[in-house]
């Protein structure tokens, strides 16, 4: 197949050019309008009780609390006259926006809850309308017309999740730019540097903005059809760029090391895809397995970043396999045009770099030795996830100058219980007023619950409270919903208890109740993701097994690949959950503890995972290559991190320089993405191809290329390898000469 790919890219390379623009401009015209059918939010299971609990309020009540706006009296209290007038005010013109729906504020009824201690501050509690995606848009309409100064002194503010959206969706795309604007000039920089040539370094360009316009053009197809969430565009630009530049880089360094030799550019390019074409293919193919992973979870948002992620790996490798070769036909020599001043031939020509075969060769004599100490430090820095938790974003993801944040503030330190925190339970039936009672009044008596609201009355500590009759917006005919008020910090350990508590308690006779409310969400999205997980696990080591199974001929080579990966991979997630959920060093990047979000944790492993692999192939593929030409195992390891290592050292600098621009964002979240993906590719490449590769073929010996006849027979058939297909692996453990010292 590699061959015929070669033959196409000689014979044809002009019209492999020529389909490839048109393919671009189709592309590009296709994806143009992704963003009209993508979508915000996608964090929640659609089978969840939440989600389900949501869903009926929605169709039955008018949806839930999701908008609260802070109003301040400023000098008086909010009961004073004209304060009271520029309340009323305010609420008549929130019940007539048509973006809102179950507007309910402090001067309807004068309830205590909406009412600040000092009696300075009030709440209007409203629903915005529309799904995840209109809610945004119409928040935004809501919090720009009615925050700010009104009538009477008052002046409003804007909380709750309609609003801690509106400022992450305010904030991201400045973050973005921000990011953006360090990376691309350090990139190109960069890119200059390690080509030591204009040309060459605007190759990996090309490949990037094929992957980028066809990863948009399947997500607007994809969008027309299936729930995709826009946050998906973000890991395409950067994922696409950095494959581009790794799997160019790849191939560029092979095919002018062959011109360096003397071959013919025909027969560098046929090398070049038989050797590096096939190393871009299989490692193209280790990157989708591990994002492949994204689609078993329920939630949208994480299945987004699969399609998004399998998608532009897929295109990046095509184009990198047909588009590539039929340029350095095209090129030739002048691949290494605008040669500059401080590049000599002889590191333009070549990829060998004898630092990293020096390195080898130091740990090989003294594997247990050099590998022992940066084993140590791994796992310690890994230790860290043995406390680890996990959450959903909330307003404290957000700079401390962000309104919904500060509005929070408010809630939790002056008002009594948080009505806006509530959790919502919908029961699928007309409910009598005497069960209904007995329900609310049990669920009522519940440690850390202020009060519990229904369409009959008010209950508090098992009691009914003597202040009024109920809220008849709560009752239906065909259901009842029970509002339950803590005292207890939202999203805390206390308050998904009660989640837990809530539900335990058995609702009238003959009804379902389902729990809702952004607690409950947290909990249901937990249990959804951690319920998920070892699947997506188990799929990721299983399809990654066969692929460097059939890539190396060896059942040992895969098992000492997750192993090594797994480690540095813990060690990652161990210092990002050092650092952002147990608090050391957050104030240096402005960040507030909290619990490790969920969806943003995943990610982060499969996207690492998924480039660790990359970085294994690259290096595996040279070692492999020189193993059955009959280099014993310590001269190919040695020869081949000498050949590979300047490789992947610029691949993961180049990647990583992507990825750390995200640490200058002010969501933490995405601090946490961009710092821990960037961290993560320099202990890949450093600490693991450096090192622990090394000093584990060492101690492996012949043994690493074990595998079991039938597997070999399996292999001879079947298999690929760099440089076509391989010898036999070797059966048989270690002789003595290859034991290590």
Same mark, same amino acid.
């Given at each position: ?324 070769? %039929? +340029?350095? $036909? *095209?090129?030739?020599?002048? =691949?290494?045009? #605008?040669? @500059? ?7 333009? !020509? ?71 925190? %509530? +959790?919502? $339970? *919908?029961?699928?039936?007309? =409910?009598?007023? #005497?069960? @209904? ?7 009522? !008596? ?94 990721? !080591? ?200």
């Amino acid at each position: 197949m590699f061959d015929r790919i070669a033959e196409l890219a000689i014979r044809r390379s002009r019209l492999v050019l020529v389909v490839a623009v048109v393919a671009v401009a189709l592309m590009g015209a296709v994806g143009a309008g992704a963003f009209g059918k993508l979508k915000g939010g996608g964090y929640d299971d659609p089978a969840s009780q939440s989600t389900r609990a949501g869903t009926a309020i929605e169709e039955k009540f008018g949806g839930e609390t999701n908008l609260v706006l802070l109003v301040r009296a400023a000098g008086s209290r909010v009961d004073a006259p004209d304060a009271e007038r520029g309340g009323r005010a305010l609420v008549a013109d929130l019940r007539n926006d048509p973006n809102l729906e179950n507007v309910v504020a402090y001067w309807d009824a004068k309830q205590p809850a909406l009412r600040s201690e000092d009696g300075r501050e009030a709440l209007v509690l409203a629903h915005v309308k529309g799904d995840e995606t209109q809610q945004r848009e119409n928040a935004k309409t809501v919090i720009d017309e009615y925050t700010g100064p009104h009538e009477g002194g008052l002046g409003v503010r804007a909380g709750g999740g309609a609003a801690v959206g509106n400022d992450m969706e305010t904030q991201t795309p400045k973050d973005l730019l921000l990011a953006e604007a360090i990376a691309v000039p350090l990139t190109l920089l960069l890119l200059l540097v390690v080509f030591g040539s204009v040309v060459a370094a605007l190759l990996p360009l090309a490949i990037g903005t094929i992957a980028i316009a066809g990863t948009f053009a399947e997500l607007a197809l994809l969008g027309g059809s299936v729930d995709v969430s826009v946050s998906a565009t973000n890991l395409t630009t950067a994922l696409g760029l950095g494959l581009g530049i790794d799997y160019a880089l790849l191939m560029i360094s092979r095919f002018r090391e062959q011109l360096a030799t003397g071959s013919t550019v025909d027969d560098a390019v046929r090398h070049t895809v038989r050797t590096a074409g096939r190393t871009v293919a299989f490692s193209a193919a280790t990157v989708a397995v591990a994002l492949a992973a994204l689609l078993v979870f329920p939630q949208y948002f994480l299945r987004s970043f699969g399609y998004a992620g399998v998608g532009v790996v897929a295109i990046a490798a095509v184009g990198t396999l047909f588009v590539m070769p %039929a +340029l350095f $036909v *095209v090129l030739g020599h002048r =691949v290494n045009s #605008g040669r @500059l001043p401080w590049a000599g031939r002889a590191r333009t !020509a070549a990829t060998r770099a004898p630092l990293w075969g020096r390195l080898a060769g130091t740990v090989m004599r003294r594997p247990v030795l050099t590998a022992l100490p940066v084993l140590a430090v791994l796992l310690v820095a890994a230790s860290p996830l043995l406390g680890i938790t996990l959450g959903t974003p909330d307003e404290r993801v957000l700079p401390e100058d962000a309104q919904s944040r500060q509005v929070a503030a408010v809630l939790r330190e002056k008002f009594d219980g948080n009505d806006a925190a %509530a +959790l919502h $339970v *919908v029961i699928d039936a007309f =409910v009598d007023e #005497g069960p @209904l009672g007995s329900y609310a009044a049990e669920l009522s !008596a519940l440690e850390g619950v202020v009060r519990v609201e229904t369409g009959t009355g008010s209950y508090t500590k098992g009691q009914p409270r003597a202040t009024g009759p109920g809220n008849a917006a709560l009752s239906r005919p065909d259901a009842q919903r029970v509002t339950v008020v803590s005292g207890l910090t939202p999203r805390s350990d206390e308050a998904q208890d009660l989640v837990h508590e809530v539900r335990a308690v058995a609702p009238p006779a003959g009804t379902e109740a389902l729990v809702g409310g952004g607690d409950a969400e947290l909990v249901d999205s937990k249990d959804s993701i951690s319920g998920r997980l070892p699947l997506a696990l188990g799929l990721v !080591a299983l399809t990654t097994f066969v692929v460097l199974f059939l890539f190396t001929g060896s059942v040992v080579q895969p098992l000492r690949a997750l192993v090594l990966n797994v480690i540095s991979l813990g060690a990652t997630l161990g210092v990002m959950t050092w650092i952002f959920q147990d608090g050391n060093l957050a104030s240096l990047i402005g960040v507030t503890p909290q619990p490790m979000e969920a969806s943003m944790t995943v990610l982060m492993f499969c996207i690492a995972f998924g480039l660790s692999m990359d970085y294994e192939v690259f290096v595996t593929s040279r070692i492999k290559e020189l193993h059955d030409q009959g280099a014993d195992t310590r001269t190919a390891v040695t020869d081949g991190l000498g050949h590979t290592g300047r490789i992947v050292t610029a691949a993961a600098c180049l990647l990583a320089v992507s990825f750390f621009a995200f640490g200058t964002a002010k969501i933490s979240f995405m601090q946490m993405f961009g710092l821990g993906s960037g961290l993560a590719i320099l202990i890949d490449a450093v600490a693991v191809r450096g090192v622990l590769v090394p000093a584990a073929m060492r101690l492996l010996g012949r043994s690493a290329w074990y595998a079991p006849p039938s597997l070999r027979r399996f292999h001879g058939r079947f298999g690929l390898s760099e440089g076509g297909p391989a010898p036999a692996p070797v059966p048989a453990p270690a002789p003595p000469a290859e034991a290590p010292e």
